[in-house]
């Protein structure tokens, strides 16, 4: 049973668009933690899809609904829980919005890492560049906002939601610890509201339509966080070592890469790399955070370091892939290679 001693199992029910085919697919799907492995059902034929297979990059923390995780070259959409059982343990997971103002920007760093510390997982993230007409936006969707703005109404703006069991206590307990004019939501059912405000809609673009926080102009490049540093964690020390180094990270938004993208994004290194099928696993296996970054190409390729982290580690211990990198796959961060990477 799903409560036998070192067997806990939890069900999720799964779904996957099938772009040949024009259709949803749907799957039972259960994850047992104790070895990190999961199965897969096909509730259509109603057969056995995937067999108990352990998988090193899923974990219970990644399961919720409206999450996006990515099973055997698949990318599904958490939609429901699938007994009883998980709904009793997890059900009780909630949602909640964080807004930073001030010097948003400079104060990314500790943000990142004091929701990780407090083990809130963030499911979407992004800055905007607030004008008068942008700041009139929110405070009529979300009147308590306000003390966000100052007088000019001008300034940047990061929106984060999270989730975790208590959700809405803890982002109450540290949001007076946070730098900066901060709002969050005061129960559930206010989280929900202002999540839709800022990441609701058939995109996650939110209902509102805010300016990003992004220059693309010259001098920027792009970093990704990957998916596995993201969830380790590693978001807040890693945005920390790019400042240390003097950049100046402009813009971030949290978003998930399909497989066909991300294989047009790593197009370049096919056939060139043997790893680049793994590259391809690891971009579509979670959440990404972008980020614009103020720095040459030259200049910020020389921070993040070799794609080994272990020969990073021997030859240039203080770039970011030897500090937060576990393998050439698992190693960090991306960043770009070519020039018209900057401005996708």
Request: hydrophobic share 40%.
């Amino acid at each position: 049973t799903a409560m036998a001693s070192g067997n806990v199992r939890y069900a999720f029910l799964a779904e996957w668009y099938d772009e040949q085919a024009s259709l949803t697919r749907s799957y039972q799907l259960l994850f047992y933690p104790a070895d990190q492995a999961c199965e897969m059902f096909d509730l259509k034929s109603r057969r056995t899809f995937l067999r108990r297979t352990k998988l090193e990059s899923l974990s219970l923390r990644q399961l919720y609904i409206g999450a996006i995780v990515h099973i055997l070259s698949r990318q599904l959409k958490i939609v429901d829980y699938g007994d009883e059982f998980t709904l009793k343990r997890l059900g009780g997971i909630q949602f909640s919005l964080l807004l930073v103002g001030g010097d948003v920007l400079d104060n990314l760093p500790v943000i990142f890492a004091t929701l990780a510390k407090k083990k809130l997982t963030v499911c979407n993230a992004r800055t905007v560049s607030m004008d008068q007409k942008s700041v009139n936006q929110i405070c009529k969707e979300i009147p308590e906002a306000s003390s966000l703005f100052d007088s000019d109404s001008s300034g940047n703006l990061l929106a984060v939601s999270v989730n975790a069991s208590q959700a809405v206590e803890l982002v109450s307990e540290l949001s007076s610890g946070l730098p900066g004019p901060v709002y969050h939501s005061e129960d559930v059912e206010r989280a929900q509201r202002d999540i839709d405000v800022f990441f609701g809609g058939e995109k996650g673009q939110g209902r509102l339509k805010l300016n990003s926080t992004v220059r693309l102009v010259s001098g920027a490049v792009l970093a990704i966080v990957k998916p596995h540093a993201l969830t380790e964690g590693l978001a807040g020390p890693i945005l920390q070592g790019i400042a240390d180094a003097g950049f100046k990270v402009t813009a971030v938004k949290l978003f998930f890469v399909d497989r066909r993208n991300a294989e047009e994004f790593f197009e370049v290194y096919r056939g060139v790399v043997s790893e680049y099928g793994g590259m391809v696993d690891q971009l579509c296996s979670g959440p990404c955070l972008a980020l614009e970054v103020t720095a040459s190409q030259q200049e910020f390729r020389e921070l993040v370091g070799p794609a080994d982290p272990e020969i990073g580690r021997h030859v240039r211990p203080y770039t970011l892939r030897a500090r937060f990198g576990t393998d050439k796959l698992q190693n960090g961060l991306h960043c770009t290679d070519l020039p018209e990477d900057d401005m996708i």
